[in-house]
Protein backbone atom coordinates (compact mmCIF):
# COMPACT_ATOMS: atom_id res chain seq x y z
CA UNK A 1 0.00 0.00 0.00
CA UNK A 2 2.41 2.85 -1.56
CA UNK A 3 1.76 5.96 -4.18
CA UNK A 4 3.37 5.06 -7.08
CA UNK A 5 4.00 7.74 -8.86
CA UNK A 6 1.65 7.07 -11.53
CA UNK A 7 -1.26 6.36 -9.57
CA UNK A 8 -0.02 10.23 -7.85
CA UNK A 9 -0.31 11.94 -11.43
CA UNK A 10 -3.78 9.68 -11.94
CA UNK A 11 -5.40 11.37 -8.64
CA UNK A 12 -4.29 14.69 -9.83
CA UNK A 13 -5.68 15.01 -12.88
CA UNK A 14 -8.91 13.70 -11.27
CA UNK A 15 -8.36 16.39 -8.54
CA UNK A 16 -7.88 18.86 -11.41
CA UNK A 17 -10.81 18.07 -13.29
CA UNK A 18 -13.35 18.99 -10.59
CA UNK A 19 -11.92 21.50 -7.93
CA UNK A 20 -12.99 24.22 -10.58
CA UNK A 21 -15.95 22.45 -11.87
CA UNK A 22 -19.00 24.83 -10.64
CA UNK A 23 -22.03 22.35 -11.44
CA UNK A 24 -23.62 20.21 -10.42
CA UNK A 25 -23.27 21.68 -7.13
CA UNK A 26 -24.90 20.74 -4.30
CA UNK A 27 -24.87 23.78 -2.04
CA UNK A 28 -25.11 23.51 2.14
CA UNK A 29 -26.55 27.01 2.33
CA UNK A 30 -29.53 28.22 4.42
CA UNK A 31 -31.49 31.82 2.97
CA UNK A 32 -32.40 34.30 5.03
CA UNK A 33 -34.36 36.02 2.10
CA UNK A 34 -33.94 36.40 -1.20
CA UNK A 35 -30.91 38.20 -1.66
CA UNK A 36 -29.22 34.79 -0.22
CA UNK A 37 -30.26 33.45 -3.78
CA UNK A 38 -26.97 33.15 -5.56
CA UNK A 39 -24.32 31.21 -7.10
CA UNK A 40 -21.79 28.66 -5.89
CA UNK A 41 -18.95 30.58 -7.09
CA UNK A 42 -20.69 34.30 -5.72
CA UNK A 43 -20.96 32.19 -1.82
CA UNK A 44 -17.73 30.61 -1.87
CA UNK A 45 -14.53 32.78 -3.83
CA UNK A 46 -12.47 29.35 -3.49
CA UNK A 47 -14.85 26.30 -2.55
CA UNK A 48 -17.21 26.52 -4.93
CA UNK A 49 -16.37 23.32 -7.24
CA UNK A 50 -16.28 19.65 -7.09
CA UNK A 51 -20.19 19.26 -6.02
CA UNK A 52 -19.85 20.58 -2.87
CA UNK A 53 -17.80 22.95 -0.08
CA UNK A 54 -16.48 19.60 1.69
CA UNK A 55 -15.34 17.90 -0.95
CA UNK A 56 -13.63 20.98 -2.91
CA UNK A 57 -12.02 21.59 0.43
CA UNK A 58 -10.77 17.80 0.78
CA UNK A 59 -9.93 18.07 -2.97
CA UNK A 60 -7.45 20.84 -2.51
CA UNK A 61 -6.00 18.70 0.82
CA UNK A 62 -5.27 15.59 -2.01
CA UNK A 63 -3.80 17.98 -4.22
CA UNK A 64 -1.28 19.69 -1.87
CA UNK A 65 -0.58 16.25 -0.35
CA UNK A 66 0.49 14.79 -3.61
CA UNK A 67 2.58 18.06 -4.76
CA UNK A 68 4.66 17.51 -1.39
CA UNK A 69 4.88 13.53 -1.63
CA UNK A 70 5.23 13.39 -5.60
CA UNK A 71 6.91 17.12 -6.38
CA UNK A 72 8.40 15.74 -9.93
CA UNK A 73 4.76 14.93 -11.19
CA UNK A 74 3.42 16.55 -14.53
CA UNK A 75 0.90 17.81 -12.73
CA UNK A 76 2.79 19.88 -10.23
CA UNK A 77 3.06 23.54 -11.95
CA UNK A 78 -1.14 23.17 -12.83
CA UNK A 79 -1.42 22.54 -9.00
CA UNK A 80 1.10 25.50 -7.66
CA UNK A 81 -0.54 27.95 -10.22
CA UNK A 82 -4.05 26.31 -9.36
CA UNK A 83 -2.99 27.17 -5.75
CA UNK A 84 -1.35 30.59 -6.07
CA UNK A 85 -4.98 32.36 -7.93
CA UNK A 86 -6.92 30.42 -4.49
CA UNK A 87 -5.39 31.08 -1.73
CA UNK A 88 -5.06 34.78 -1.50
CA UNK A 89 -5.95 37.01 1.01
CA UNK A 90 -9.56 38.54 -0.44
CA UNK A 91 -10.62 35.42 -1.37
CA UNK A 92 -10.06 34.07 1.80
CA UNK A 93 -11.53 36.60 3.75
CA UNK A 94 -14.66 35.85 1.27
CA UNK A 95 -14.78 32.28 2.51
CA UNK A 96 -14.99 33.73 6.21
CA UNK A 97 -17.39 36.05 5.59
CA UNK A 98 -19.81 33.67 4.50
CA UNK A 99 -19.21 32.08 7.76
CA UNK A 100 -20.11 35.06 9.65
CA UNK A 101 -23.73 34.76 8.47
CA UNK A 102 -26.00 34.15 11.72
CA UNK A 103 -27.57 31.48 8.47
CA UNK A 104 -24.10 29.82 8.65
CA UNK A 105 -23.75 28.56 12.35
CA UNK A 106 -24.36 24.76 11.44
CA UNK A 107 -22.31 24.97 8.28
CA UNK A 108 -20.57 21.87 7.39
CA UNK A 109 -20.53 20.98 10.98
CA UNK A 110 -18.72 18.90 11.85
CA UNK A 111 -16.47 17.24 8.52
CA UNK A 112 -16.42 20.42 6.55
CA UNK A 113 -14.39 21.83 9.53
CA UNK A 114 -12.36 19.13 9.75
CA UNK A 115 -11.30 18.83 6.45
CA UNK A 116 -10.48 22.79 6.16
CA UNK A 117 -8.29 21.97 9.83
CA UNK A 118 -6.65 19.08 7.67
CA UNK A 119 -6.14 21.39 4.41
CA UNK A 120 -4.36 24.11 6.64
CA UNK A 121 -2.02 20.99 8.59
CA UNK A 122 -0.85 20.76 4.65
CA UNK A 123 -0.28 23.84 3.54
CA UNK A 124 1.79 24.21 6.94
CA UNK A 125 3.83 21.96 5.14
CA UNK A 126 4.98 24.17 2.00
CA UNK A 127 7.21 26.79 1.19
CA UNK A 128 4.36 29.03 -0.02
CA UNK A 129 2.67 31.55 1.31
CA UNK A 130 -0.57 29.83 1.05
CA UNK A 131 -1.14 28.55 4.46
CA UNK A 132 -0.84 32.01 5.37
CA UNK A 133 -3.84 32.88 3.17
CA UNK A 134 -5.84 30.16 4.72
CA UNK A 135 -4.98 30.52 8.31
CA UNK A 136 -7.92 32.90 9.24
CA UNK A 137 -10.25 30.05 8.01
CA UNK A 138 -8.75 27.42 10.04
CA UNK A 139 -8.79 29.84 12.71
CA UNK A 140 -12.30 30.40 12.76
CA UNK A 141 -13.03 26.40 12.49
CA UNK A 142 -10.75 25.94 15.12
CA UNK A 143 -12.76 27.90 17.02
CA UNK A 144 -16.15 26.60 16.12
CA UNK A 145 -14.64 23.61 17.11
CA UNK A 146 -13.77 25.16 20.62
CA UNK A 147 -17.16 26.64 21.18
CA UNK A 148 -18.68 23.25 19.87
CA UNK A 149 -17.31 20.36 21.66
CA UNK A 150 -18.19 21.26 24.99
CA UNK A 151 -21.50 21.13 24.47
CA UNK A 152 -21.66 18.11 22.70
CA UNK A 153 -22.49 15.73 25.28
CA UNK A 154 -23.13 12.64 23.21
CA UNK A 155 -21.08 11.51 19.82
CA UNK A 156 -22.98 11.22 16.36
CA UNK A 157 -21.85 7.53 15.13
CA UNK A 158 -23.31 7.27 11.66
CA UNK A 159 -20.94 6.71 9.14
CA UNK A 160 -21.55 9.71 7.16
CA UNK A 161 -20.54 13.50 7.22
CA UNK A 162 -21.90 13.91 10.86
CA UNK A 163 -19.42 11.09 12.59
CA UNK A 164 -17.95 12.92 15.25
CA UNK A 165 -14.82 10.32 15.17
CA UNK A 166 -14.07 11.03 12.22
CA UNK A 167 -13.83 14.64 12.69
CA UNK A 168 -11.38 14.37 15.71
CA UNK A 169 -9.14 12.19 13.52
CA UNK A 170 -8.67 14.79 11.28
CA UNK A 171 -8.43 17.97 13.94
CA UNK A 172 -6.05 15.65 15.82
CA UNK A 173 -3.81 16.52 12.99
CA UNK A 174 -4.11 20.34 12.66
CA UNK A 175 -3.47 20.10 16.58
CA UNK A 176 -0.36 17.82 15.99
CA UNK A 177 0.99 20.14 12.88
CA UNK A 178 0.65 23.38 15.12
CA UNK A 179 1.83 21.99 18.41
CA UNK A 180 -1.27 23.64 19.96
CA UNK A 181 -1.57 21.79 23.21
CA UNK A 182 -4.75 22.99 24.85
CA UNK A 183 -6.90 22.04 21.32
CA UNK A 184 -5.00 18.81 21.26
CA UNK A 185 -6.67 18.60 24.82
CA UNK A 186 -9.90 19.53 24.25
CA UNK A 187 -9.99 16.88 21.70
CA UNK A 188 -8.70 14.49 24.02
CA UNK A 189 -10.97 14.53 26.34
CA UNK A 190 -13.66 14.78 24.41
CA UNK A 191 -12.89 11.67 22.75
CA UNK A 192 -12.89 10.10 26.68
CA UNK A 193 -16.03 11.28 27.41
CA UNK A 194 -18.02 10.13 24.07
CA UNK A 195 -15.95 6.78 23.66
CA UNK A 196 -13.62 6.36 26.82
CA UNK A 197 -16.36 3.17 28.13
CA UNK A 198 -16.66 1.72 24.97
CA UNK A 199 -16.68 -1.78 24.80
CA UNK A 200 -17.86 -4.93 22.74
CA UNK A 201 -18.51 -2.83 19.70
CA UNK A 202 -21.46 -4.83 17.74
CA UNK A 203 -20.40 -3.10 14.37
CA UNK A 204 -23.88 -3.14 12.80
CA UNK A 205 -22.62 -2.14 9.90
CA UNK A 206 -22.83 -0.87 7.11
CA UNK A 207 -25.49 1.09 6.40
CA UNK A 208 -26.29 1.80 3.07
CA UNK A 209 -24.66 5.18 2.76
CA UNK A 210 -21.95 4.91 4.57
CA UNK A 211 -18.36 6.14 3.41
CA UNK A 212 -16.78 5.50 7.39
CA UNK A 213 -16.88 2.45 9.55
CA UNK A 214 -18.09 4.16 12.80
CA UNK A 215 -15.98 1.39 14.47
CA UNK A 216 -13.31 1.60 12.87
CA UNK A 217 -13.12 5.61 12.91
CA UNK A 218 -14.08 5.23 16.12
CA UNK A 219 -10.94 3.23 17.24
CA UNK A 220 -8.63 4.95 14.91
CA UNK A 221 -9.46 8.48 17.10
CA UNK A 222 -9.27 6.57 20.21
CA UNK A 223 -5.67 5.36 18.74
CA UNK A 224 -4.41 9.26 17.95
CA UNK A 225 -5.50 10.93 21.05
CA UNK A 226 -4.70 8.03 24.06
CA UNK A 227 -0.99 7.50 24.48
CA UNK A 228 -0.07 4.00 23.16
CA UNK A 229 -0.32 2.64 26.44
CA UNK A 230 -3.93 3.89 26.98
CA UNK A 231 -5.01 2.34 23.37
CA UNK A 232 -3.51 -1.25 24.40
CA UNK A 233 -5.98 -1.24 27.50
CA UNK A 234 -8.98 0.32 25.18
CA UNK A 235 -9.00 -1.07 21.82
CA UNK A 236 -8.85 -4.87 23.19
CA UNK A 237 -12.17 -4.02 25.08
CA UNK A 238 -13.44 -2.48 22.49
CA UNK A 239 -13.01 -4.68 19.71
CA UNK A 240 -12.32 -8.28 21.86
CA UNK A 241 -12.70 -10.42 19.09
CA UNK A 242 -10.40 -9.49 16.44
CA UNK A 243 -8.43 -12.50 16.54
CA UNK A 244 -11.25 -14.52 15.21
CA UNK A 245 -12.32 -12.26 12.44
CA UNK A 246 -14.89 -11.10 14.02
CA UNK A 247 -17.12 -9.01 13.78
CA UNK A 248 -17.42 -10.59 10.51
CA UNK A 249 -18.86 -7.75 8.53
CA UNK A 250 -15.44 -5.10 9.51
CA UNK A 251 -13.39 -7.49 7.23
CA UNK A 252 -15.58 -7.89 4.30
CA UNK A 253 -15.55 -4.88 1.39
CA UNK A 254 -19.24 -3.22 0.97
CA UNK A 255 -21.02 -4.54 -2.60
CA UNK A 256 -21.34 -1.70 -4.29
CA UNK A 257 -25.06 -2.11 -6.66
CA UNK A 258 -24.78 1.49 -8.39
CA UNK A 259 -21.70 3.88 -8.55
CA UNK A 260 -24.28 6.43 -10.35
CA UNK A 261 -26.16 7.15 -7.06
CA UNK A 262 -24.43 9.28 -5.18
CA UNK A 263 -25.28 7.28 -1.85
CA UNK A 264 -25.13 3.90 -3.02
CA UNK A 265 -21.56 5.51 -4.19
CA UNK A 266 -20.47 5.88 -0.73
CA UNK A 267 -19.83 2.67 -0.14
CA UNK A 268 -17.16 2.54 -2.69
CA UNK A 269 -15.57 5.52 -0.05
CA UNK A 270 -16.31 2.84 2.86
CA UNK A 271 -14.04 0.34 1.33
CA UNK A 272 -11.16 3.04 1.09
CA UNK A 273 -11.75 4.31 4.88
CA UNK A 274 -11.77 0.91 5.98
CA UNK A 275 -8.60 0.04 4.27
CA UNK A 276 -7.14 2.77 5.76
CA UNK A 277 -8.39 2.40 9.61
CA UNK A 278 -6.74 -0.66 8.95
CA UNK A 279 -3.84 -0.32 8.09
CA UNK A 280 -3.18 2.04 10.99
CA UNK A 281 -4.55 0.10 13.65
CA UNK A 282 -2.31 -3.01 12.11
CA UNK A 283 0.17 -0.19 12.73
CA UNK A 284 -0.48 -0.35 16.59
CA UNK A 285 -0.33 -3.93 16.75
CA UNK A 286 2.34 -5.98 18.03
CA UNK A 287 3.77 -8.56 15.93
CA UNK A 288 1.91 -11.68 18.03
CA UNK A 289 -1.28 -10.61 17.66
CA UNK A 290 -3.01 -12.65 16.13
CA UNK A 291 -5.46 -10.50 14.83
CA UNK A 292 -2.60 -8.15 13.15
CA UNK A 293 -2.08 -10.39 9.85
CA UNK A 294 -5.90 -10.32 9.75
CA UNK A 295 -5.99 -6.49 9.81
CA UNK A 296 -3.22 -5.81 7.15
CA UNK A 297 -5.15 -8.61 4.74
CA UNK A 298 -8.65 -6.62 5.21
CA UNK A 299 -6.98 -3.60 4.70
CA UNK A 300 -5.33 -4.84 1.39
CA UNK A 301 -8.95 -6.44 0.25
CA UNK A 302 -10.62 -3.51 0.90
CA UNK A 303 -8.38 -1.16 -0.74
CA UNK A 304 -7.92 -3.74 -4.26
CA UNK A 305 -11.78 -3.89 -4.46
CA UNK A 306 -12.03 -0.11 -4.17
CA UNK A 307 -9.14 1.50 -6.17
CA UNK A 308 -10.46 0.81 -9.66
CA UNK A 309 -13.75 2.88 -8.95
CA UNK A 310 -11.79 6.11 -8.13
CA UNK A 311 -12.98 7.70 -11.20
CA UNK A 312 -15.69 6.74 -13.61
CA UNK A 313 -18.89 8.42 -12.30
CA UNK A 314 -19.03 11.45 -10.98
CA UNK A 315 -20.78 10.91 -8.16
CA UNK A 316 -17.80 9.23 -6.90
CA UNK A 317 -15.30 11.42 -9.18
CA UNK A 318 -15.43 14.13 -7.74
CA UNK A 319 -14.03 12.87 -3.59
CA UNK A 320 -13.11 9.22 -3.77
CA UNK A 321 -9.32 10.11 -5.10
CA UNK A 322 -9.21 11.57 -1.35
CA UNK A 323 -9.84 8.68 0.59
CA UNK A 324 -7.98 7.01 -1.97
CA UNK A 325 -4.87 8.92 -1.17
CA UNK A 326 -5.75 8.38 2.45
CA UNK A 327 -5.92 4.74 2.76
CA UNK A 328 -2.22 4.73 0.73
CA UNK A 329 -0.59 7.17 2.79
CA UNK A 330 -2.47 9.23 5.77
CA UNK A 331 -1.45 7.50 9.22
Not at 170 to 194: I, N, P
Not at 201 to 218: K, M, N, Q, T, Y
Not at 241 to 263: H, I, M, N, Y
Amino acid sequence: MSLARSTASRFAKIALGHLTREYPNKLDHVMAGPDDVRSPRELHPIFFGSFDWHSCVHGYWLLATLLRLRPEMAEAETIIALFDDAFTNEKVAGEVAYLARPESRGFERPYGWAWSLMLQAELLRHDHPWAKAHAPLAAAFKARFESFLPIADYPVRTGTHYNTAFALVLAYEYAEMTGDQAFFDLLQSRALVWYGQDAACPAWEPSGDDFLSPALIEAEAMRRLLSHERFQIWFPRFLPDLGQKQPATLFAPARVSDRSDGKIAHLDGLNLSRAWCWRTLASAMSEADPAKPHAINAALNHLATAIPHVSGDYMGEHWLATFALLALENG
